[in-house]
Structure formats: structure tokens, C-alpha cells
């Protein structure tokens, strides 16, 4: 791969995350698009159930819409429970049209117990994660935004 791909493709994905200004034009930038775990920077959309599973490998934007209470739910990693080291994830728990859908956290979520979803019909809450292997847990990076969905 091309020292100017890998700029451009660490520009594609990388380009909210600093200003790119702020770097000299002879700084290679490609070790920003090295996908050293094979990473999926794409969407998925996890389909509902009571009991959803999230699979950080599908994707690193997850979304569900609840259209009922999810009563218990789980983030993995290739299908298994263990957590690798620094893997972003974000996910979207979105309330239908009728809202008031309960959902609980996943188990092996550490975040703040006063964060919670958004009971508002329409409303997303987003959750910004990152894995922890020493911990085995997946990490809240901030508290959730909550924004109407689109």
C-alpha cells in the first residue's frame, strides 16, 4: 500500500478525530490507516430481540431500534466474550415511534451507574466504548449523547 493511500485513507477515517492542518506536509500519516486486528469500520444494525447480542467485529458503528424492553444483551468480540485490547466501539439504542423501552446495560459494560438511555419516542443515545482486556470490560469514554434520529 502507497505511503499517499494510506494518508488518504487515514484522512477518511481519522478526519473528526484531529485537525489535519496541524501536521507538517512531509509527517507520514498512514500508521492511522494500519488495521493491525483487521477492524470493521463500518455500520451494522444488530437485529432486536430481548436478549440482543452486539459483535464488535460486525462493525464499529452498532444500532438497534427497541421496539420493546431488552432485558439483558451482551458486547462480544468474534463471537466470544473475551475482550481484546483497544477496540473502539460505538452503539446507538434507538426507541421507536412509541418510546419508553427499557434497556439493560450490558454485564460487561463499566460506565457510570446515572447513565441511561433515552426514554423519548425517536430519541437516539449513543454510547462511545472502547475494550479493556486487562479489565475484560468494555469502558464508557463520556457520558451517552442522546440526539433525535434522522
Known sequence: ??????????????????????????????????????????????TFSTTPTFNAS???????????????????????????????LSIRIEQDGTGNHKFKLPPNLLIDPSYAISPDPGMVTRFDLVSNSNLQMWECLAPPVIYPAS
Open 58 to 88: 460486525s462493525g464499529f458503528d452498532q444500532r438497534i431500534v427497541l421496539t420493546a424492553d431488552a432485558v439483558a444483551n451482551n458486547i462480544q468480540y468474534l463471537g466470544i466474550d473475551t475482550v481484546p485490547a483497544g477496540i473502539s
Open 1 to 46: 500500500m502507497s505511503q499517499e493511500f494510506k494518508n488518504f485513507l487515514a484522512a477518511e477515517r481519522a478526519r473528526n478525530i484531529f485537525a489535519f492542518g496541524l501536521l507538517r506536509p512531509d509527517n507520514p500519516i498512514g500508521w492511522i490507516a494500519d488495521n493491525p486486528y483487521g477492524l470493521n469500520f463500518s455500520s451494522h444494525t444488530v
